[in-house]
């Protein structure tokens, strides 16, 4: 009995100095990207065997003397999608949808889709965006409001832009879609009879403890500013009918919350992560499981997902097998350098 606590004492041991090592080289590497960008405040959450590790550098805003924490609020953006998803594949786990059904059963009443649509699109293809439906003119949003473009869109105009689409020309092709996780969405909103900001609170934020994510209201102290590619002041977006796509606001401590969860078994949000990390799309550029980007390399596999708001950019990814994961949050829009950290951590420390 004492050499099998013994034994148990030094594996606890050497995860707990694995995971330390991971962390240094993780905050190094953080820490040296921060001292060539000293305007771009990051935060990064890191896990492996349960065990959290957290760094951040820079200010809650340019103006701001208060350090950014793994308490600080920031835009997930499209990261918002892998919590759409999960939802979806817990409803597939409770027998409610299946999902290689087509979605015309599922939507609400108010669409009704043209003759050549019907019993084409299945919710898997929503969700692995190969719909081939017509999305959002983010450019146009851009210029009627460039600080809230997505404030243009309401369920009348995504209703319209439906139900007038009279082809799916890009059918069973990867395009990436904000409509599609809008009516993601708006299928959750009719199988379960609440609305979206409901369902999350009960599907996601609360079993796996993220006190501290936000959706409707976000006005809170530890917020930061996000600042556009350009470096101007950009607001967050306001929650409207697009947040299934990307309106959740977040941080580092409750994102590794989330990964936990996810990583551990036995649970709605472990178990429908299973489902989401099937393929469901593929081609020579890439795979795609439900919301998940997911890249094989000598028999190690990731899944990823990234965001990019117009003021704040952002990234997950996380190893099952090696049973891993980490969270990158920026309050500046820039898309190559979370991709660049990524890499960068990923070579270096954790391949």
């Known amino acids: 009995m004492k050499t099998i606590h013994f034994l148990a004492a030094l594996l606890f041991i050497s995860n707990f100095s694995l995971g330390q090592n991971y962390s240094q080289k993780i905050d190094s590497i953080i820490k040296a990207n921060y001292e060539k960008n000293p305007d771009v405040g990051i935060s990064v959450g890191f896990i492996h065997n349960n065990q959290e590790f957290f760094t951040s550098y820079g200010k809650l805003s340019k103006e701001s003397k208060k350090d950014i ?38 939507l609400p009443q108010r669409y009704i889709l043209q003759k050549n649509l019907q019993n084409r699109i299945r919710i898997s293809d929503l969700a692995s965006h190969q719909s081939g439906l017509p999305d959002f003119d983010f450019l146009k949003l851009m210029e009627l409001n460039p600080q809230q473009p997505m ?5 009348q105009s995504v209703q319209a832009m439906i139900n007038s689409c009279t082809n799916l020309s890009e059918y069973g092709k990867f395009k990436y879609s904000n409509i599609n996780y809008t009516l993601l969405g708006q299928i959750l909103e009719k199988i379960y009879g609440k609305s979206y900001d409901e369902i999350i609170r009960k599907k996601i934020l609360k079993p796996a403890k993220m006190s501290r994510t936000l959706t409707k209201d976000f006005n809170v102290k530890n917020i930061t500013t996000g600042y556009n590619s350009e ?64 890249s094989t390399e000598e028999g190690d596999t990731i899944y990823l997902k990234s965001g990019d708001s117009l003021g704040q950019s952002s990234i997950i990814c996380y190893n099952r097998s090696k049973n891993w994961g980490i969270i990158i949050l920026l309050n500046k829009r820039d898309s190559k350098m979370r991709q660049n950290l990524l890499n960068t951590i990923y070579d270096k420390v954790l391949k």
């Open 69 to 106: 924490d793994k308490n600080s609020i920031f835009e997930i953006a499209s990261i918002t999608k892998i919590l759409t998803a999960n939802m979806i594949a817990q409803a597939a786990n409770e027998k409610k949808l299946n999902v290689n059904d087509f979605i015309d059963s599922y």
């Open 151 to 155: 404030i243009g869109m309401t369920e």
């Open 231 to 294: 470096g101007g002041t950009q607001e967050f977006f306001v929650w409207n009918v697009t947040a299934p796509a990307g309106l959740v606001k977040s941080n580092t401590l409750d994102m590794t919350q989330y990964m936990k969860v996810l990583l551990s078994k036995g649970n709605p949000i472990s178990e429908a992560a299973v489902l989401m990390e099937k393929i469901y799309f593929k081609d020579e550029k890439r795979e795609m499981g439900l919301a998940l980007n997911i």
